[in-house]
């Protein structure tokens, strides 16, 4: 008996997280643009979706049942994806703009496609269809954004790439593993482990390396961290590892092309940012990677069904 969703199920919690992780690029950097330091930035964020996770493992009254092979998943969740991958992330985003970050964070599939290799070479083998795809939809990223300026790197930018791009493998690698050992790991448990232990290592971090807070905790902020944390952190994970179960690490990679194409919307939404030809070129061209990558997947399925 196959007990795998409705494809129809699964693309609509792919839209959901991908507008949720898209969000989150203007959220963060909302939240450094009104003073806080990137580690408690990150930490107030990753404290809020572990209080989040704790109160529904307790309402659920959700049963420890893990083997000792899945304590490892959840420590490497927690301090690579949770704590390191976001201090990275906001670290990258004080020096560059909230569209940029979302570019360099597209290298995510590339990475994933590598480490998959690497890692699962069996179950993700490295395809001609997956690294064209992957190239052309990167390139769309990069149409998008296109200006005659962004190529002027200074080094404070140049320094703010290099961050961001730190975290994508740090960011890709636990997403490999944990798809390669750990399919019978329920996600909310993955989940409230791994954001308790990022949550509690980015305070620490904080103290530490930034000091007692010395920001005023405005409505903005208190607002888009509760945002953050709420949603794009606690749904926006789970919502993650729970596609990761169901589809390929390669195939749910390509959500990071997509939440840049949120970051324009939200542009044109909130700020009045009009779209131009270059979006419009960017977007078929993303859209042409993904297809590209999933025509083998669209093939089989459809020579299956008859």
Not at 5 to 26: D, E, H, K, N, R
Not at 75 to 82: R, T, Y
Not at 118 to 132: D, R, W
Not at 249 to 260: E, G, I, K, M, N
Request: with cysteine; aromatic share 14%; hydrophobic share 55%.
């Amino acid at each position: 008996m196959n007990n795998k969703p409705a494809a129809v199920f699964l693309y609509l919690i792919f839209i959901v997280t991908v507008l949720l992780f898209g969000s989150s690029w203007m959220f963060n950097k909302i939240v450094l643009e009104e003073g806080v330091t990137p580690i408690w930035a990150a930490s107030m964020r990753q404290g809020i979706a572990a209080i989040v996770f704790l109160l529904v493992f307790v309402i659920k009254k959700q049963k420890i049942s893990i083997e000792r092979r899945h304590i490892k998943l959840i420590i490497m969740h927690g301090v690579l994806m949770m704590a390191l991958g976001h201090i990275f992330t906001f670290m990258g985003q004080q020096h560059i703009s909230s569209g940029l970050s979302s570019i360099v964070f597209s290298f995510f599939p590339l990475a994933v496609v590598l480490i998959s290799f690497i890692l699962m070479p069996k179950k993700e083998p490295l395809t001609a269809a997956k690294i064209i795809g992957t190239l052309i939809g990167f390139l769309g990223i990069i149409i998008i954004f296109y200006n005659k300026d962004i190529l002027q790197v200074s080094n404070s930018s140049a320094l703010g790439i290099i961050l961001i791009l730190i975290a994508v493998f740090i960011n890709a690698i636990p997403n490999v593993i944990i798809k390669r050992d750990g399919a019978e790991l329920d996600p909310l448990t993955l989940n409230t482990g791994g954001m308790l232990i990022g949550a509690l290592l980015l305070l620490v971090f904080a103290f530490i390396f930034e000091g007692t807070p010395a920001f005023t905790l405005t409505s903005k902020i208190l607002f888009s961290e509760l945002y953050l944390g709420i949603f794009c952190s606690a749904l926006g994970f789970f919502l993650y590892f729970w596609l990761l179960r169901h589809i390929s690490v390669s195939r749910l990679s390509l959500s990071a092309y997509l939440t840049p194409i949120v970051a324009v919307i939200l542009g044109y939404i909130f700020y009045n940012e009009m779209l131009s030809f270059n979006h419009y070129i960017g977007m078929l061209l993303i859209f042409t990677g993904i297809f590209i990558t999933e025509i083998k997947h669209y093939v089989k399925r459809k020579n299956t069904a008859l």
